[in-house]
Every structure is written in structure tokens, then in C-alpha cells.
């Protein structure tokens, strides 16, 4: 029995989407996500432009803070080239779980590692435990407070090089007033708003890209 609605989506997706093709794992979980249960899954609409993003710049290492049900790493891991490597960060062991067999489910599961824990303890162990020289492309999209605390984490552990994309979800809603002033005026970034909508509703929301400068 379907206790939560992370496993009712798991349900759904197993049910519905075929195995081994991500863009229909994508479209099951949009499909249940607007028709049945709103989730905080980045949607179709961000997810057009963060697809736009991955693709121009082709990442080879990608760190994503906030897996959730595994949507936003299914649909960039769709789009990479073999052998790249693709971390997630996830908090909540029971997100973690489900993400896991939708990530499996869409058959993706070579290309990920999904690390269960807090950021403040993952990130500086980047480097040493899992072997990361610079991260080429980041999805920021977990609690809304810790976007700027953790960009400055992130160069603080000479993760970033001259390009690096650091690619934030929900900076208008739930927003990250904080996060949005540092990029943009801390001169360590080129930033690039994408204003959109907030996944499966009519709210406004936004993307903001920013490029360290090195
Ligand atoms: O809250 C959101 N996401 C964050 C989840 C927890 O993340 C916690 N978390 C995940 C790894 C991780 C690692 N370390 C610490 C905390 C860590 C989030 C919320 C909304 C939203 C919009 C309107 C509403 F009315 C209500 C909610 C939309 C979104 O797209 C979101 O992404
Ligand atoms: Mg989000």
C-alpha cells in the first residue's frame, strides 16, 4: 500500500512509464504530478530550460543538491554522454529510496550516485572520497537557505573552475533572496535569469544561471 506520495509517484511511474526509456519516466511523473498530486518536481517547463543549459555545456562532472524523486537526474542524465559522472544529494533517506528506483527504472543508475546526507557534510568530501577534481555543472535545488551558504561551500573547496555553471531552481518561488543578491554582486559570477513558471502550476518562478568567473 502506498503510504506516501514519493511512493505513489514511484507507483505510478512503474506502472505507467516504459522501463529503460527516460523520457517517458519524465513524462509519467509530469503527467501524475499536474492530473493527480502536486510534487516539487522541477516540471516540464524549467525542465525545457534546464535542458537547454546541460546541453551548451556539455558537463563531464555534475553535482546536483536535492535529488528528491529523481526527476531533474533522470532528465539531465538523459541528455549526457557515457562515462560522464552524475552525484545528487539527497537528505531525506526516504526520497533517496524512491529516487533510486526511478533513476534505476529509467535505466540510469550506471551514471548516478545518489549520496544520502546533508550538504554541509557531503561537499567538502567531494574531493577526497569520491575522487571529484572541479565540478563542470551544478543544480542547486534543495532547502532555499542553503543556495548561497552552500555556492560558498562549494568555492571555498576549489570545486569550481573558470565556467563552472551553477544552475538554481525557485529563485522567485519559494525564492532565495540571498543567494540571488551574492551571484549577482559578488563578481565571482555571470549571471543569466531564465524566468519561468513554478512546476505544474500558473505561479511565475525563475532559473538562475551563474557562470564563476575563475
Ligand atoms: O523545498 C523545495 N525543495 C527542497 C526540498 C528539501 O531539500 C532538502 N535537502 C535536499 C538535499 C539536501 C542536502 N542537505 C541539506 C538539505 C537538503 C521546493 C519547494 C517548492 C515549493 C514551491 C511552492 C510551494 F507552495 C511549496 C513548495 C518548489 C520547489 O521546486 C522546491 O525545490
Ligand atoms: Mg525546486
Not at 545528487?88 to 533517506?93: G, I, K, S
Not at 569520491?130 to 565540478?135: A, W
Not at 540571498?178 to 563578481?187: A, I, K, P, Q
Request: proline residues 4%.
Amino acid at each position: 500500500l502506498c503510504q506516501t506520495k514519493e511512493q505513489r509517484i514511484l507507483d505510478f511511474v512503474l506502472k505507467n512509464a516504459v522501463r529503460g526509456d527516460p523520457q517517458s519516466v519524465i513524462d509519467n511523473i509530469d503527467k501524475y504530478c499536474s492530473q493527480r498530486e502536486w510534487s516539487m518536481n522541477v516540471g516540464n517547463e524549467k525542465g525545457i530550460i534546464l535542458d537547454n543549459v546541460v546541453k551548451e555545456s556539455n558537463p563531464s562532472t555534475i553535482l546536483e543538491l536535492g535529488t528528491y524523486c529523481g526527476y531533474s537526474a533522470v532528465r539531465i542524465c538523459r541528455l549526457l554522454k557515457p562515462g560522464v559522472r552524475f552525484f545528487t544529494v539527497e537528505f531525506n533517506p526516504a526520497y533517496a529510496a524512491v529516487a533510486k528506483q526511478i533513476i534505476e527504472f529509467a535505466g540510469l543508475i550506471d551514471k548516478v550516485q545518489v549520496l544520502e546526507g546533508s550538504t554541509g557534510d557531503i561537499i567538502p568530501q567531494l574531493k577526497k572520497k569520491y575522487e571529484v577534481d572541479t565540478l563542470d555543472f551544478v543544480f542547486v535545488d534543495h532547502w532555499k537557505d542553503k543556495y548561497k551558504p552552500d555556492t560558498q561551500l562549494l568555492e571555498k573547496c576549489n570545486l569550481l573552475r573558470k565556467g563552472s555553471v551553477v544552475l538554481a531552481d525557485n529563485v522567485i518561488v519559494p525564492g532565495a533572496p540571498d543567494f540571488l543578491e551574492y551571484v549577482r554582486n559578488c563578481g565571482k559570477y555571470d549571471c543569466t535569469n531564465f524566468p519561468s513558471f513554478l512546476e505544474y502550476m500558473d505561479e511565475k518562478d525563475a532559473l538562475e544561471k551563474a557562470v564563476f568567473r575563475g
